[in-house]
């Protein structure tokens, strides 16, 4: 290579990884019982590639394009397996739904029987495949891996956590049990930044891009374990490997290991990498075993049966993760009017900066699947739009040969799209888009786009070349998950992993990590006083007369218990019509389950009511606070009701309230009103909750007037207490009663729990009671009426305003200016500012800000000043390093979300940028009476966007980094200059990784 010692800098050929990546641990692989090494970090001795190739060789035209299927083999009646053979004509098929053949929501179901129907379904279509191709098993798992497993909160739900390492481990456990249960594919993550109209809200993270990608990404990281790279997808990016002497040039401060790789390997031959680092860089040099440098070729995704990415790589363990497949690709939940399904009119920037993303964030983590929206991009449909498919996700954010689905029937609805003359034609579009796999959901095979192959084929718009590029991707998935090796599963004892202990105490976390305290009267929270052996001080107790007894509690609303445990309740029992109404986990599969057990899990989970425990709140209260509460559930109205609902019940549910000492209104969206299909035209509490909150709040309030007067003196009177808890599944607007909610007058505190899972009532009853410190923070802003979404505030990341929008305003008086200085316009008859802010939340502890400062980080110093060659770097170099002084100045121990904040240079770009933009955040424990000084790393992906060429970069100038509590009370902050050099060096950084 002829390198001098002066020169190691710039020609050692190191690849450089983010700061937040992890070090390696040294590793003696270990060879499996089939005889490859299973080593997450070595060498396959059987690489992917080759083995696919070698099967498709032998394949029929028939027997590829059966791979392309996704069937649900037994949604007309039982399952029998040998029933299975004479339909798949021995060809084989791609994918089966597990859901389907196990059917194990039914009374009376075992998870062991169904893992024993599974692996009978497997066994004969392995027998019965002429090649013996196994079948993938695929299931959802947005927050559940399987029937009977533990039931984590929603997207929603765990998106207001703000907890990357927390979501991670939730990925984990989801993996963990899926597998368990015989699944090799999950559903998930789901990274939709839904309008709030959209019935599926609750099923997305967040609306802002920042977070939906960090924590979509470390949900695939869960699910499939860490990334272990494959050939090339990206084009960028070369790779040196050198001998041992060049480490003589190396400082002797640097420390060095020795573990195994994949990066820089033949597939016969061993090799080892060691690294280093220097400030936040990690440095990695590849050497042959024989210590001899390659270098490998970087090469451009162009699909073919020459397998790249990720996608083809084994899992790391195939008994513990399993393929993650995103959804929806690319920007479902803009659909027009929030309606389902419907055409999209979003622009090219904003398809790149906001909804592609969280995509992008994920294909850099190894993403091995993704599912296609029903919807269009730039108006052509997404399952025929190769541009989006091949040119974006595959070939410029490094997908490769992920595994791309269609979703339900999708290809056949080309045809009405008007974009296919008939069904043979809409297959080719699809094919020719690269879609693998056709969901063919439970309707006649024959009227499903890839059934309809063979005639394209026949009819010259399809080629075998393009199905076997289709196959090649799903064999590869299928040899990644060790369908290949170990095609049955056959260790039952693991189906006691489904909600283990450990399992459910991190549903438990979860839930409440992610309960959000949006507003608390005087401190009304937290109820102290119903717990007699907490130990808090009088300060914080609701200071109620409990001479008389028991604490009464009236717990009102139709999803705060189920018909059989209201009892005590003082409302008369519901008409006919809605006694036995059941609430339906709108999909996998449709079981009666009670509204309020419903709201507590939410759409697309595995629950059929019984086979895991779901408590209501009422079921709680009653469980653990005992005889110091007299609690009386009261349904008094519902979702699902007309406005007014059942003006009786209503009634008495506000009486309950007067004579109780609390209130606990739970009030949301039930499974009718939030999940797929449920699109709404306005955000209002919907059906009589409106009718029942104004009926509570007025006679509480009347209450209050009354025991006021009454009462000999101030200090002797103890208010009642009305406590609203929400469970939507989107954004909530309360119409007149906006101002009793915002202006704290009427409602003494409002807590959103989302769909918080299994654990939701007792995490909900943790919060009301002090036992845990809420933390969670909205993760969305919450817009005053459905007439203002798409305004200034929702969603919450917007464009600058110009002169008309009121950036004149004086910021001081102005009501509709914000803390941080934001001016909002008005409607004619209300404020254009949100009734909530984005990343609003309170907590039980108090906390003070003071001191930021902002820095270009090391790792961008070193390469803007040329002392290492090339950038070898990725989206997660650290380009700004922010300090803040955190301190904790209240009585009860808590934990901070930190929010920062970039505000665009002025006068460096002709794009209006937004406002300002999420960039980093922490959760930050603190100890009452403590501080700390918090370290926040913005990458060089979440400070780059878009330039006027539409080219991914980081401009130089000089950016505001606000830091706060909230996007409206990030009022402290610092300027930070990022020079022409540090510019052009980050952004190196991002074009390794991407090709934008």
Request: net charge neutral; aromatic share 6%.
């Amino acid at each position: 290579f002829g390198v001098s010692a002066m020169a190691w800098w710039v020609v050692v050929g190191m690849v450089i990884t983010s700061a937040a990546g992890c070090h390696p641990a040294p590793h003696t692989p270990t060879v499996g019982t089939r005889g490859r090494v299973t080593s997450p970090l070595a060498p396959e001795l059987n690489p992917i590639p080759e083995r696919v190739a070698a099967m498709v060789q032998k394949m029929s035209l028939e027997e590829l394009v059966a791979q392309t299927f996704l069937r649900y083999p037994c949604s007309t009646g039982p399952c029998v397996p040998e029933a299975l053979n004479g339909s798949l004509n021995a060809t084989g098929v791609g994918t089966v739904s597990i859901r389907v053949v196990t059917d194990t929501s039914g009374p009376g179901s075992s998870a062991l029987a169904a893992l024993r129907l599974r692996n009978a379904v497997q066994s004969s279509l392995v027998a019965t495949s002429r090649l013996k191709v196994p079948a993938s098993f695929e299931e959802e798992g947005l927050h559940c891996g399987a029937w009977g497993g533990t039931i984590f909160p929603g997207a929603i739900g765990l998106g207001a956590t703000w907890n990357e390492g927390l979501v991670r481990e939730v990925g984990e456990i989801i993996a963990l049990e899926a597998r368990a249960a015989g699944v090799d594919t999950v559903y998930a993550p789901e990274v939709n930044m839904f309008d709030p109209r959209s019935g599926r809200y609750c099923e997305g993270i967040s609306e802002d891009p920042t977070l939906t990608s960090r924590l979509g990404a470390a949900m695939v990281v869960g699910l499939q374990g860490p990334r272990i790279q494959g050939p090339r997808a990206r084009g960028a990016r070369s790779v040196y490997c050198l001998a041992p002497p060049f480490f003589s040039h190396i400082p002797n401060h640097l420390h060095h290991h020795h573990i195994l790789s994949t990066t820089c390997t033949q597939p016969e031959t061993l090799r080892y990498v060691r690294y280093f680092e220097v400030h936040a860089l990690r440095f990695f040099v590849l050497l042959s075993a024989a210590d001899t440098p390659i270098r490998l070729q970087p090469t451009r995704y162009s699909g073919g049966t020459t397998c790249a990415g990720a996608a083809c790589t084994y899992l790391g363990n195939s008994t513990v993760n399993v393929i993650a497949l995103a959804k929806h690709y690319a920007q479902y939940g803009a659909d027009g009017g929030g309606l389902n399904a419907a055409p999209t009119d979003v622009s090219n920037r904003t398809l790149f900066e906001v909804y592609l993303k969280p995509w992008r964030a994920m294909a850099s983590v190894g993403l091995r699947g993704l599912m296609v929206a029903h919807s269009t991009t730039l108006d052509i449909p997404n399952h025929a739009n190769r541009w989006l498919i091949n040119d974006v996700m595959r070939d410029a954010f490094g997908f490769g040969d992920g595994i791309v689905l269609t979703d339900d029937n999708n290809i056949a609805n080309l045809v009405p799209w008007g974009v296919a003359a008939n069904i043979s034609h809409a297959a080719a579009r699809a094919m020719a888009a690269t879609v693998d796999v056709d969901l063919q959901g439970g309707v006649e095979p024959t009227s499903l786009g890839y059934t309809h192959l063979l005639q394209a084929v026949a009819e010259g718009t399809v080629t075998r070349q393009q199905i076997e590029a289709a196959a090649t991707r799903v064999l590869a998935a299928k040899f990644a998950a060790g369908l290949f090796d170990d095609p049955v599963a056959t260790d039952e004892g693991r189906l006691a992993l489904l909600g283990a202990p450990s399992h459910v105490a991190l549903a438990c976390r979860a839930a409440s990590e992610g309960i959000v305290l949006v507003t608390n009267t005087h401190g009304a929270l937290p109820l102290t006083d119903l717990l007699p052996s907490a130990r808090t001080s009088e300060a914080q107790k609701v200071h109620i007369d409990r001479t008389s007894g028991a604490i009464k509690v009236a717990v009102i609303g139709e999803l705060s218990a189920c018909d059989s445990s209201s009892g005590g309740g003082t409302s008369p029992q519901p008409p006919v019509s809605t006694q036995h109404r059941t609430d339906h986990v709108a999909d996998p599969m449709p079981r009666g389950v009670c509204p309020a057990r419903a709201a507590m899990v939410g759409p697309y989970t595995l629950y059929n009511g019984s086979a895991t425990t779901v408590p209501t709140i009422v079921e709680m209260m009653r469980t653990r606070l005992g005889p110091s509460a007299a609690i009386t559930s009261v349904r008094g109205g519902g979702p699902d009701e007309t406005a007014l609902g059942n003006t009786t019940a209503i009634a008495a549910a506000a009486n309950a309230a007067a004579l109780s000492d609390i209130t606990v209104l739970v009030l949301g969206d039930s499974m009718s009103t939030a999940r797929e299909g449920a699109d709404r035209d306005t955000l209002d509490l919907a059906g009589s909750q409106l009718a029942l909150l104004a009926a509570v709040a007025s006679k509480v309030k009347a209450a209050n007037v009354a025991g006021k007067a009454d009462a000999a003196s101030a200090l002797a009177f103890s208010p009642k207490k009305l406590i609203v808890v929400l469970l939507p599944g989107r954004p909530s607007t309360f119409g007149w009663l906006n101002t009793a909610i915002e202006a704290e007058a009427g409602v003494d505190a409002v807590v959103v729990a989302w769909r918080p899972g299994q654990c939701g009532a007792a995490a909900i009853l943790d919060v009301l009671t002090g036992s845990v410190n809420p933390s969670g923070k909205l993760n969305q802003a919450w817009p005053r009426s459905v007439g203002a979404i798409g305004g200034s505030a929702s969603p919450w990341l917007q464009r600058r305003p110009g002169g008309w929008m009121g950036v004149h305003d004086d910021v001081t008086h102005n009501p509709n200016c914000d803390a941080a200085g934001h001016c909002f316009s008005r409607y004619v008859d209300q404020s254009a500012s949100p009734l909530f802010p984005f990343g609003h939340g309170l907590s039980y502890a108090t906390y003070r800000y003071q001191t930021v400062t902002a820095a270009i980080s090391p790792a961008v110093a070193m390469l803007a000043q040329s002392r290492v060659a090339a950038a070898e770097c990725g989206p997660e170099m650290p380009v700004l390093t922010i300090t803040v002084d955190v301190a904790n100045i209240g009585a009860v121990d808590g934990t901070e979300i930190v929010q920062a904040y970039a505000h665009d240079p002025l006068g460096t770009s002709l794009i209006v940028r937004m406002w300002k933009r999420l960039v980093a955040f922490a959760r930050v424990p603190l100890k009452a009476a403590a501080h700390t000084t918090v370290t926040m790393n913005v990458t060089v992906d979440d400070l780059a966007t878009f330039d006027d060429t539409m080219h991914l970069r980081v401009e130089a100038g000089v950016f505001w980094i606000s830091v706060g509590n909230s996007s409206a009370f990030d009022i402290l902050g610092a300027n930070i200059t990022v020079t022409s050099e540090a510019a052009a060096a980050a952004t190196a950084c991002l074009q390794n990784a991407y090709r934008l």
